[in-house]
């Protein structure tokens, strides 16, 4: 079997991680690998707990659903208790600082990075948490280009928002680095 | 040339499929997991000139289809379940007055409203016998994004060709995932349309010429005037009671489709050509046995999967050729067995058949597959 990566993506409905798990598939692509997306639907998609799910792999992808990821998002503590738990053991856990990790979770990185705050504080609007998660995500991994996750991104926001985007990714960026050194 | 790579749901791409299809006309109803399709049809139709109507309900969707193909479009609905249900009797008439038109149905977790967001396989006998009377049925049923693309394709041709409603059945897995598809240059794809009569020749509605394989099919409003019922009917398109033209006509509308069997069905084979043992799987569960066969292979494991891609009218000639040569077949799907079934009646005393199911809603997993492959095989 070939290397094939799995990715979750999860927090509260609104917060754009379906989004971002698309930017994330559609950077693969742009990389010249395949990748699916997938996602929770229904009413537990709204408000509650909802999630992303992404496989990206050099070969054809068959069965399209995540059963253990490499790594894992979680933006809120209810997305957290759900889904946190399931990870590979050399795989990476990402969390905003806002939650609190069972203590009996096992992952090779263990991240709690303040992703809500920095797009509220640094780039001016919550909304853009799921760009900053991104930035951070693929600074401290590497599984998509950065070339490739920007053009992904400002092909999927809204026109005038390129800026906002920008910024967001790039604070992202800076979040993987201060955690790297 | 720069090539047309996009990231659609299987739903997107039914949609990209129809249009490329030539169609011009959607009604329907919109129900999960199938609103994408009535959702993206609104958008697109009207900008090219078609028209896009959601109707009162799922019954009027796709009466409404019918009617607009009748007037010459190309014309679809789609639905779940429980729509499906309600569409059952306008799915006969289209059989019996020999108008094309494509039904798509993402199937969900039922019976009933059941699981609106959950996939689910169990619609596969009721695409075939869901509405009264013999009839002619075909269903195609794709596993990924770029074949519902091109199945849709497909739907619309073989309905023009053979003037009978197409199903296609796909479900809440190949609907909603996103996939990477490469859309091919409309030149590059074959499109089938309805034969129609000359202007101003002798026209009978229901009568074959010219060694064609149905009656051309005028226009309705383009001058020609005839009759449609659901009443059994002679070769005007008026009633009739006649017992030896009603068996004149069922032979024909059953044989249309029975003496073109090479031409309608398509199947997968994936190692089979040395395998002891077969995987068949059809839709999103056929992703589930492509990962699995993977597996097992890898194990030195001898086991090849068969993907029925038309499933009515169903491969046998293919399934029972393989079932002489392997020792045992299990199939997989997300349902209590309704194609197991169809397999052991094609497969006669070959092999054993065995069955791998769920019907809560989740899919398979290889390794709930293969667990069952190893326990009973």
């Known amino acids: 079997m070939s290397k094939q990566l799995e990715l979750r993506l999860s927090g509260s409905g609104g917060q754009g991680l379906i989004t971002a798990g698309i930017i994330l598939a559609e950077a693969a692509l742009k990389d010249d690998k395949n990748a699916i997306q997938t996602q929770s639907y229904g009413p537990e998609a709204r408000g509650g707990a909802s999630k992303a799910e992404v496989i990206i792999s050099e070969d054809s992808i068959d069965f399209p659903k995540v059963t253990l990821p490499n790594m894992t998002l979680a933006l809120t503590q209810i997305a957290s208790d759900k889904y ?77 928002t390129e800026d906002l985007n920008r910024l967001a990714l790039q604070k992202g960026y800076e979040l993987a680095k201060t955690l790297q050194k | 040339m720069a090539k047309k790579v996009k990231f659609l749901q299987g739903n997107e791409a039914c949609v990209e499929g129809a249009l490329m299809a030539g169609m011009t006309f959607y009604s329907g109803y919109p129900i999960t997991p199938s609103t994408e399709i009535a959702e993206l049809s609104a958008e697109r139709l009207p900008r090219i000139g078609g028209k896009f109507i959601q109707m009162e309900d799922e019954i009027a969707g796709i009466a409404a289809a019918i ?53 689910g396989q169990g619609d596969l006998m009721q695409a075939m016998w869901g509405t009264h009377g013999d009839h002619p049925v075909i269903c195609l049923t794709p596993d990924s994004v770029r074949e519902t693309f091109d199945l849709t394709i497909r739907a619309f041709n073989l309905a023009e060709k053979y003037r009978t409603p197409v199903i296609l059945l796909t479900d809440e897995i190949t609907g909603h995932m996103r996939e990477k598809i490469e859309i091919p240059d409309a030149s590059e794809v074959e499109i089938y ?66 003496d073109n ?93 065995r069955f791998c199911g769920k019907a809560n809603g989740e899919v398979l997993t290889p390794e709930e597959l293969i667990q069952k492959f190893k326990e009973v095989l």
């Open chain 1, 84 to 160: 946190i738990k399931d990870i590979s053991v050399d795989g990476t856990v990402i969390v905003d600082e806002s939650i609190t990790l069972p203590e009996t979770l096992k992952a090779k990185h263990i991240y709690r990075v303040p992703i809500i705050k920095t797009a509220i504080n640094e780039v001016g609007k919550e909304i853009v948490a799921n760009i900053v998660a991104l930035g951070l995500i693929v600074g401290l991994t590497g599984i998509v280009t950065e070339g490739s996750l920007e053009a992904a991104i400002m092909a999927r926001i809204p026109k005038g």
């Open chain 2, 67 to 119: 009617g607009a193909s009748l007037t010459g479009a190309k014309a679809m609905t789609a639905t779940s379940g429980p729509g499906f249900s309600l569409k059952q009797e306008n799915i006969g008439y289209a059989a019996l007055t020999e108008i094309p038109v494509v039904i798509v149905n993402v199937q969900r977790g039922g019976p009933s409203t059941g699981l609106p967001t959950a996939p």
């Open chain 2, 193 to 258: 349309n309805r034969i129609k009569p000359e202007p101003g020749s002798d026209y009978k509605a229901y009568k074959v010429v010219d060694g064609d394989i149905v009656p051309k099919m005028a226009d309705f409003g383009s001058g020609f005037r005839y009759h449609v019922t659901g009443l059994m009917h002679d070769e005007t398109g008026f009633p009739s009671n006649s017992t030896k033209n009603a068996g004149i006509l069922m032979d024909r509308l059953m044989a249309k489709i029975t």
């Open chain 2, 261 to 353: 069997l090479d031409d309608i069905i398509t199947f997968e084979e994936i190692e089979t050509a040395d395998a002891d043992y077969l995987i068949v799987a059809y839709g999103g569960t056929a992703r589930t046995a492509k990962a699995a066969v993977k597996k097992l292979r890898a194990e030195g494991i001898k086991v090849g999967l068969f993907r029925p891609i038309t499933v009515w009218p169903f491969p046998e000639a293919a399934l029972y050729k393989l079932s002489e040569q392997v020792k045992d077949i299990i199939v997989a799907e997300l349902n209590y067995g309704q194609m197991k079934l169809e397999v052991e009646r094609v497969v006669k005393n070959n092999a054993p058949v």
